[in-house]
Structure formats: structure tokens, C-alpha cells
């Protein structure tokens, strides 16, 4: 299991002293990104390819609260991904500093051709780096439909 160690800053508090929100959704991309630059997945590469990732969605469940002062580790899992590489999932479980588990986080998302501003199958360079990435008990090969489980159709003002 990849394991990212972070410090809580004073600005990922919030009003009530905790851990906020948004600091959950950074330290998952972080630790993810982090994993990912381990495995040949970094801004030169992608850069090379013209590729980039984006998010479909997080959703984040809270089990505790968890305050500044002690460093948190933050897990990265694959848990899907299809069969072109185009499609991902990750899990993120959120560790306090005894390793009591006091949030999971799961995403989904895909791999984007920065030209065409199109989803785009990934590149055989990275194929070779997904092989090597450890995967969930319970990984799936991911189709277009499991992206689609949250599916919500924009409802414009006008």
C-alpha cells in the first residue's frame, strides 16, 4: 500500500479547528499524484504526451474528526481501471498518527488529450507503468457505464 505522510497546516483547518473539506480533496490528489510520479506519471511525461488527468468525482466519508498537530498518512489504492487505461478509480483512506482510520475517500476520473480537449486512452509508455501499480482485492476493470454511476445532467439557469 503507497502511504503519503502530511503535516496539517494552520490553513487546512477550519472554523471549527478540524480538518476541512477541501484539505481531504488536496491531500488525496496529492498522495495520488505523488504515487503516480513514482510510476514514470509526472509533469514531463504527461507533457510529452499531452495528457493530463481530471476528476468525475470524490466522494469523501468522515469517521472522526482529526486536528492539527500530529502528522496523518494518507493511503492511495487503484481500485479500476479500463482495460485502455482511459478510465481510473482510486480509494484513499486517511490515517491519524496511530493509524486509526478517520476518513476514506474514493474518485473516479480519466486521462484527458490536452490538444483535443478529449478523453484519450492512455499512452503504452504509461500502459507499461499501470502494470506495475499494486491493485485492490476487489479491482475491476472498469467500462464507460461504471463512469456513469453518479451521472447528474446540468440544469442551466437560462
Do not use: C
Request: net charge neutral; proline share 3%; aromatic share 14%.
Amino acid at each position: 500500500m503507497f502511504l503519503k505522510e502530511f503535516e496539517i497546516r494552520w490553513s487546512d483547518i477550519d472554523a471549527n479547528r478540524h480538518l476541512a473539506n477541501s484539505a481531504y480533496v488536496q491531500y488525496s490528489g496529492h498522495a495520488r499524484m505523488s504515487y503516480l510520479a513514482q510510476l514514470s506519471f509526472n509533469q514531463k511525461t504527461m507533457a510529452k504526451h499531452q495528457i493530463g488527468p481530471v476528476v468525475f468525482y470524490e466522494h469523501i466519508y468522515y469517521f472522526k474528526e482529526v486536528f492539527i498537530g500530529k502528522p496523518i498518512q494518507v493511503s492511495t489504492e487503484l481500485k479500476g481501471m479500463s482495460a485502455d487505461g482511459m478510465f481510473f478509480e482510486f480509494h484513499h483512506d486517511f490515517y491519524d498518527s496511530i493509524g486509526k482510520n478517520f476518513a476514506h475517500s474514493e474518485m473516479m476520473g480519466a486521462w484527458i488529450d490536452l490538444k483535443a480537449r478529449k478523453l484519450s486512452i492512455l499512452p503504452d509508455e504509461f500502459m507499461s507503468a499501470v502494470a506495475k501499480i499494486e491493485r485492490a482485492d476487489d479491482f475491476k476493470v472498469l467500462t464507460k457505464e461504471d463512469t456513469r454511476k453518479y451521472a447528474r445532467i446540468p440544469k442551466d439557469l437560462k
